[in-house]
């Protein structure tokens, strides 16, 4: 059994990963300064928007990922948005999703289309093993209508945030702690 893919069949199963970027790079900011740790620099990271490793990149299944999909919300005008995308891009990020930051309403708009993004993918059968990387106990039905639609659904985020319920509905976790603090890139599938 692999750390981030367990090996349950014989099949290639292909996957998609759908990342709420924005929870994450603030849950990876309180990680940080807990531990008093220095972000490494294989981290891409800007807080309260993003953070991805090329480390991470390295993580697929057997049967490869199809795409991933990048959710987060910016304060900013366009060029602010188009800086964000193309950083995200530069990061191996297929599908850069970079919403407006409302003061006044927050950033509704990450989760709703993470949602609906996984979900239709599932039903469409575009993927066979769903990687969520979020720590929200709001997403746990999401976690069940996938796995409804006969997908599997891996849970990675960073110990900071992490839902129980989260965990215990999903397939699989993975511990992002390790990745996202460790000053070299290894394979870590």
Known sequence: MGLFFPRVNLEAVPSMVFVDGENLAIRYGNLVQSRGATIPEHVRYEPGV?????????????????????????????????????????A?????????????????????SLTTDMLLHAARKNFGVGVLVA????????????????????????????????????DHFGDLDEILLSPEVRDWK
């Open 50 to 90: 993003y953070v991805w490793s090329t480390a991470m990149m390295n993580m697929t299944y057997w049967g490869g990922i199809v795409r991933r999909h990048y959710y987060t919300s910016v304060q900013g005008d366009d060029p602010k948005l188009l800086e964000v995308v193309e950083k995200l891009k530069a």
């Open 135 to 170: 720590g929200d106990e709001d997403y746990v039905p999401l976690v069940e209508a996938v796995k409804s639609e006969g997908r599997r659904v891996y849970v990675w985020f960073v110990s900071d945030g992490l839902s129980a319920e989260l965990r215990r509905a999903a």
């Open 92 to 112: 191996g990020i297929e599908s850069p999703n970079v919403f407006k930051k409302n003061k006044a309403k927050g950033s509704k708009r990450v989760d709703i």
